[in-house]
C-alpha cells in the first residue's frame, strides 16, 4: 500500500496598493510555485514535480492628482460675514472635487490691485474670476457707476429693482470682455451707504467743508453737490486717511467699516439716501469652460449657498434696528438722518442726474432712463 504525502509550499509574497485616486487593472502580480513530494515507502526514493499556475489579483494603481489653484479677487477683508461666506463656499467646492480644484479669496489690496482692472483682467484670462463692484469698472464703463446715483435708489427694495431691471445691460458688458455674470458667488445687492464722521452732525452746515472719502469721480461729484469735500482714496488706504486726519469722514457700508476698524478712528455712523451698489462675480468664459462638469457644478451649488448667505446678511444690516446694532457692534454712536436732511441731499444731488449721463456717454443716457422707468419716475 502507497501512501502519498502532499506537502504545498508557496513561495514569495504581495501587497496591495492604496492610493487617493485610482482605477482598478487586472495584473499578474507573480508565479505561484507549488511542490508535489511523494515519498513511496519502504524504498527511499524522491519524485518532485512542479506545477505552476497564475495568481490573479485586482491591484488599484497609483495615480497623483494636480490641484487647480484659483485666485478670486474680491472687496472684503478678513473678518468680513462677505468674505467669510466667500471662504466657506471655496472649501465646499475643494471637498467636492476631492482637492481637484481650490479657490482662494483674496481682498483687491492683498494682491495689489484697486478693483478697476477687473473686466481687463478677467478678458486677459489674468484670473479666472472676478468680484465685480461697478464703482471700480466705471474707468472702461461709466455707465455702471448708475447704482451709486445718490437719490435714486436708496432703500433695499428700490436697490434690487434697478439691479434686477438692469441686470441684462450688465450681462452685455462682461460678455464684451469675454467674462460671464453667473448668479453664483455673487448676484446681490449691498446695503445703503453708511457716512462716518468723526465730529456730529445736526444739520447739511454741519457737512460744509468736511473731508470725505469716496470710492468713485461719480460719487464724489454727488457729495460735493451737498458741501462736502471728497477725496477719491482706494479702500486699503481709508484706516490710515482717517488715522491721520486726510480726511474726517468716510463713505462706505456700515458692516464694511465697522469691520475695518473706523471705529476706532471715528465716532458717528450714519445711513445715507444713497444705494451701495452690487456684486456680480464674473468668470472667465474659457476658463469656465475648460473645467470638467462636475467641478462646474460644484462651483454652482457652493457658489449659490454664499450669495443666498450674503444677500440675507446685507438684506439684515439694511432693515430695522440694523444700522443701530452695526454701529454699536463698532463702537459707534449711530444716528439717523430727518427728512429735511435727507431732502436737502436728494435736491441737491438730482441735477447731476442728467450731468452724469452725459459726460458718460449715450450708454449711462440708457442705463438712466431704464433705472428712472422701473422706479416710476419717468
Known sequence: MKKVLLVMVVLGSFGLLACSTAEPETIIVEKEVVKEVIKEVPVEVETVKEVTKEVVVEKEVLVEKETLNWVFPGT????????????????????????????????????????????TLIRDGVYPMFEIIPAYVAGDRPEMNLYYLMGLAFDMDQIYQVSDGTVGMRDEVYAAYGGSRLPIYGDFSFAPQGLFTKDEIKNIDDLQGVKV?????????????????????????????????????????????????????????????????????????????????????????????????????????????????????????????????????????????????????????KWLDKALEILGRK
Not at 460675514?81 to 475643494?94: C, D, I, P, T
Not at 454712536?333 to 427728512?339: A, G, I, L
Request: proline residues 4%; aromatic residues 8%; charged residues 20%.
Open 76 to 119: 472684503y477683508n478678513p473678518g468680513h460675514f462677505g468674505r467669510s461666506n466667500q471662504e466657506k463656499a471655496n472649501l465646499m467646492v475643494y471637498q467636492a472635487t476631492e482637492g481637484g480644484l481650490e479657490i482662494e479669496y483674496k481682498q483687491f489690496g492683498e494682491i495689489g490691485l484697486k478693483g478697476g482692472e477687473g473686466l
Open 213 to 365: 472719502r469716496h470710492y468713485s469721480t461719480l460719487g464724489a461729484d454727488l457729495i460735493r453737490r451737498v458741501g462736502m469735500d471728497p477725496q477719491i482714496i482706494a479702500w486699503a488706504e481709508v484706516y490710515t486717511a482717517l488715522q491721520r486726519g486726510v480726511v474726517d469722514a468716510a463713505i462706505t457700508t456700515p458692516s464694511s467699516g465697522t469691520k475695518a476698524g473706523f471705529g476706532e478712528v471715528t465716532n458717528y455712523l450714519t445711513v445715507i439716501p444713497q444705494g451701495g451698489g452690487l456684486m456680480d462675480a464674473i468668470f472667465n468664459i474659457d476658463a469656465l469652460n475648460a473645467l470638467p462638469s462636475d467641478y462646474q457644478a460644484a462651483i454652482e451649488e457652493a457658489g449659490q449657498v454664499s450669495s443666498d448667505g450674503i444677500k440675507a446678511q446685507w438684506e439684515s444690516e439694511a432693515s430695522g434696528n440694523g444700522p443701530a446694532k452695526v454701529a454699536l457692534d463698532g463702537n459707534l454712536q449711530h444716528w439717523v438722518m430727518d427728512d429735511e436732511l435727507v431732502n436737502e441731499f436728494v435736491t441737491r444731488t438730482a441735477p447731476g442726474f442728467d450731468e452724469w449721463a452725459k459726460a458718460s456717454g449715450p450708454n449711462a443716457r
